[in-house]
T-cell receptor
Framework: DVKVTQSSRYLVKRTGEKVFLECVQDMDHENMFWYRQDPGLGLRLIYF???????EKGDIPEGYSVSREKKERFSLILESASTNQTSMYLC????????????FGDGTRLSIL | RKEVEQDPGPFNVPEGATVAFNCTYS??????FFWYRQDCRKEPKLLMSVYSSGNEDGRFTAQLNRASQYISLLIRDSKLSDSATYLCVVNDYGQNFVFGPGTRLSVLP
């Protein structure tokens, strides 16, 4: 079974802090993704990566950055956290090429105070 | 027009009922299709991939109609544990996954 592990289930931070969310997958997947999910808005793509050191902006990249130094790890960084970044953050991975489903981590529920 | 649309729901059905969800997508070049289930405050979990010939997994049957750009999910003999939100997901190419808004199902005793 594919295992996608997110570093924290719940996280509380303060406005202006730099926040790191970590994601690790154990299936040698080429693609990794970060989403946020808010009530009534569904899943929205923040960034994705199709290879080490490669990254592409998703639909809502503002206020976020990412890092992929190793194939198995994809980090999401909130440069200066704001209250509107309070959300559920979901990491996913998928095998390269088309036709392969995504597998999600448990999610991190982040609250910015 | 939204790229992926689903029945708005919620669907409230008694145990043992058969329920069907519909999903339409706008990009005729879409390549791959999936159904996920998501429990409250949990992550989406892959339920099944949807193939052109249709596919079945136990009580679940998925159908794809490329001409009409339409995907369906049929659940037979509903169980209480089937209560969840069902997400239709369309993969246009490579890394581009488009999620529908989801349809919530409540199976009642």
């Amino acid at each position: 079974d594919v295992k996608v592990t997110q570093s924290s289930r719940y996280l509380v931070k303060r406005t202006g802090e730099k926040v790191f969310l970590e994601c690790v997958q154990d299936m040698d997947h080429e693609n990794m993704f970060w989403y946020r999910q808010d009530p009534g808005l569904g899943l929205r793509l923040i960034y994705f990566s199709y290879d080490v050191k490669m990254k592409e902006k998703g639909d809502i990249p503002e206020g976020y950055s990412v890092s992929r130094e190793k194939k198995e790890r994809f980090s999401l960084i909130l440069e200066s956290a704001s209250t509107n970044q309070t959300s559920m953050y979901l990491c996913a991975s998928s095998r390269g090429g088309g036709g392969q489903p995504q597998h999600f981590g448990d999610g991190t529920r982040l609250s910015i105070l | 027009r939204k790229e992926v649309e689903q029945d708005p729901g919620p669907f409230n059905v008694p145990e043992g009922a058969t329920v069907a969800f519909n999903c339409t997508y706008s990009n005729s070049a879409s390549q791959s299709f999936f159904w996920y289930r998501q429990d409250c405050r949990k992550e989406p979990k892959l339920l099944m991939s949807v193939y052109s010939s249709g596919n079945e997994d136990g009580r679940f049957t998925a159908q794809l109609n490329r001409a009409s750009q339409y995907i369906s999910l049929l659940i037979r003999d509903s169980k209480l544990s089937d209560s969840a939100t069902y997400l239709c997901v369309v993969n246009d190419y490579g890394q581009n996954f488009v999620f529908g808004p989801g349809t919530r199902l409540s199976v009642l005793p």
